[in-house]
């Protein structure tokens, strides 16, 4: 509501400013038309000398047709008529007026069409000249004035119009920016799996900026050509139905030609919106993989590949731009001038022939003076279509981004779990008929630990990505304490949940506010509790600044033990029921990964944990080890258990040691 409420000032007051712009014409109109060529309308003898609109000439006074007040004696009728650069008297009435010529003795000859008049003339000073122009000369001022007062008055509404509009442009856009991201919040992560970071970038920052021009510029140009068009129209219909009827035509040619333009450049404009995602996308990708390019020489071919996105941007906006150049200005131009030459063919044959509908001075003055300003809009509309269609198209993307289905983040909270996981006949597939998760069914005690080992793809990270809900069974379901997670909001049920990934991921920050994640409820020293929890505090205390050390994005100038040490810091800060650690001491070296074996079976009191590990010597004390293939849980038991069961988990428990003992 806000919103509309901006924007309706700004249209009113763009309304103001085009109305007290337009109004310009019509008082030069009437300056030309009443004060100074109105010189040339009858005079009559007065007998008030001390009227203002009465001129002394000849000994006598004379005061001009229209200023006489109804019912005002008249004398004899006058006239004052200009040839060329001079002015002339006569002391009478003239019969018609046309094409007027001067004679050797003085007197003024007039014709039209086979007609001929012959009137004797004095010629005028330029001081009785002057005179007769005094009179009007207070109107004159007076109409110069209110001209003056209407191009301030238009100045001050324009700026108002532009402040208003940029300014609701500004706050719809930023408000905008922020549903766009907040719906990244909402969107499940399947979105992502296809979707590259880049493009998302790229939506949130350029096509919004794109829908910015629509109302900074777009909607100004539209509406301010809009009504001014409007205004001219309604301003020449009123000088002149007939020459106005004339210029109808612009109307239905520039509509056609928004309708035309439109159908081609929004395909143009699909693809280069298409390109910028794409380029977006390489780049983010180029730079978040710089040591593997560079480690595999493969510099050259990324150049090659980002020059074809390139060399396509560039030829379809050489495309928009062929489009643009030949008929954007140029057909504005092809208008205005057939409207002038129908203007000079009526204007001009009427004047010639001496017929009666011919226009006066400054009907024409002003005629021109509409038309030149009526097509200026129309250049600024033509000028911005292509920000229009370009908009439109930023738009469509935006808000198929906006229009994907989400979830609300919630607010809500819970009591901290008892920690009682329960799977029932879970199934799971990423891709339709390509299942990853076969009727999966285990229970996770409270304070137990369990342990998912297997081959690479055999469903242990998708499990646990179940659980997190990053993504929703198929069928059957999955418990916590009796309750179906699938009831509870997403972010509510993650509130007493923690986890540690394989690969860990550091925001720009500091140490602090990476184990913290800025919650204002984890205190400085609970998170140095969890640093020290973890081990952290010994490979971190080397570090100048401690826990406000300047973390860059991802921690590149942190070794991986540390990072992962600040991962699990962050985990344990949280103090969740749940810990789920996925590979999470992987790369890990054998010094840092002692120190957090050590820290765990501290930590893991009190909590129900899911580990993930290809080392099954780091699992030999879990409650559960679950042994997947291909989806499906094929062993279960304790470590001494599945030994005894000589079975698959055996077999991967001795080739491992055999592989200790080698590489001793």
Not at 266 to 295: C, D, F, L, P, T
Not at 437 to 445: D, I, T
Request: hydrophobic share 40%; aromatic share 10%; charged share 20%.
């Amino acid at each position: 509501m806000q919103f509309k409420r901006q924007l309706v000032i700004a249209l009113v007051m763009l309304t103001l400013a085009v109305v007290t712009d337009l109004a310009g014409p019509l008082i030069a109109k009437r300056i030309i038309d009443v004060h100074i060529s109105g010189i040339e309308r009858s005079w009559y003898e007065t007998s008030d000398s001390g009227d203002a609109y009465a001129v002394p000439y000849g000994g006598k006074h004379y005061k001009r047709a229209d200023r006489f007040a109804d019912g005002e004696p008249r004398g004899p009728e006058a006239r004052v008529l200009q040839l060329e650069r001079s002015y002339y008297f006569i002391g009478g009435p003239i019969t018609f007026d046309g094409r007027r010529s001067l004679t050797a003795d003085g007197s003024i000859v007039i014709e039209r069409g086979g007609e001929r008049q012959t009137y004797p003339a004095q010629a005028l000073s330029g001081d009785q000249t002057l005179a007769f122009y005094m009179p009007e000369l207070s109107g004159i001022l007076q109409l110069s004035w209110l001209f003056l007062g209407l191009l301030v008055a238009s100045a001050a509404f324009t700026y108002g119009q532009r402040y208003f509009l940029q300014a609701s442009a500004n706050r719809i856009i930023r408000r905008m920016r922020t549903d766009v991201f907040a719906q990244l919040n909402r969107l499940p992560v399947r979105y992502f799996d296809n979707l590259a970071a880049g493009k998302v970038v790229s939506r949130i920052t350029n096509d919004t900026e794109a829908i910015r021009d629509l109302y900074v510029n777009v909607l100004a140009n539209f509406c301010t050509g809009a009504i001014h068009m409007a205004g001219i129209y309604v301003a020449l219909f009123i000088l002149d139905a007939r020459l106005a009827a004339i210029c109808l035509f612009v109307l239905p040619a520039l509509a056609a030609w928004i309708w035309i333009y439109g159908r081609i450049a929004k395909r143009y404009n699909r693809v280069i919106r298409s390109v910028v995602s794409e380029i977006n996308g390489m780049i983010n990708e180029s730079i978040q993989g710089m040591n593997i390019v560079k480690a595999f020489r493969k510099e050259k071919r990324t150049e090659e590949e980002f020059e074809g996105h390139n060399t396509r941007l560039f030829d379809y906006q050489n495309k928009l731009l062929s489009l643009n150049s030949w008929t954007g200005y140029n057909l504005v131009g092809v208008i205005r001038n057939i409207a002038l030459v129908a203007l000079i063919w009526h204007f001009g044959g009427a004047s010639l022939t001496g017929a009666t509908g011919a226009v006066s001075l400054g009907v024409l003055y002003a005629f021109v003076d509409y038309l030149n300003r009526l097509f200026q809009p129309m250049v600024n509309i033509v000028n911005q279509l292509p920000n229009l269609e370009r908009a439109l198209v930023s738009g469509e993307r935006v808000f198929v981004l906006i229009d994907e289905p989400g979830e609300d983040v919630s607010e809500r909270r819970i009591e901290r779990y008892r920690g009682h996981v329960s799977f029932e006949n879970v199934r799971f597939s990423y891709k339709e008929g390509e299942p990853v998760l076969k009727n999966v069914n285990f229970e996770a005690k409270p304070g137990q630990t369990v342990a998912l080992v297997g081959h690479t793809g055999s469903g242990k990270s998708s499990i646990l990505n179940l659980l997190f809900r990053f993504y929703d069974p198929e069928q059957g379901r999955i418990t916590i304490d009796g309750l179906d997670i699938r009831e509870l909001p997403r972010q509510t049920m993650r509130q007493h949940m923690g986890i540690v990934l394989q690969d860990p991921f550091l925001f720009a920050g500091t140490i602090g506010s990476n184990v913290s994640l800025g919650d204002p409820s984890i205190t400085r020293e609970r998170v140095q509790r969890a640093l020290a929890d973890v081990g952290a505090d010994l490979l971190l205390k080397h570090l100048p600044k401690g826990l406000d050390e300047p973390v860059i994005e991802k921690g590149s100038t942190l070794s991986a033990g540390q990072r992962q040490l600040i991962s699990f810091a962050r985990a344990l800060a949280f103090d969740p029921a749940i810990l789920i650690l996925d590979e999470a001491t992987s790369n890990i070296d054998t010094e840092t990964e002692a120190i957090i074996q050590q820290a765990l079976d501290v930590v893991k009191q009190g909590r129900t944990t899911f580990v993930i590990a290809h080392r099954l010597s780091t699992v030999k004390n879990a409650d559960q080890i679950l042994v997947l293939d291909r989806g499906e849980i094929v062993e279960r038991g304790s470590h001494d258990e599945l030994l005894r069961l000589d079975g698959r988990y055996a077999q991967m428990y001795r080739i491992q040691q055999g592989e200790m003992l080698t590489s001793r």
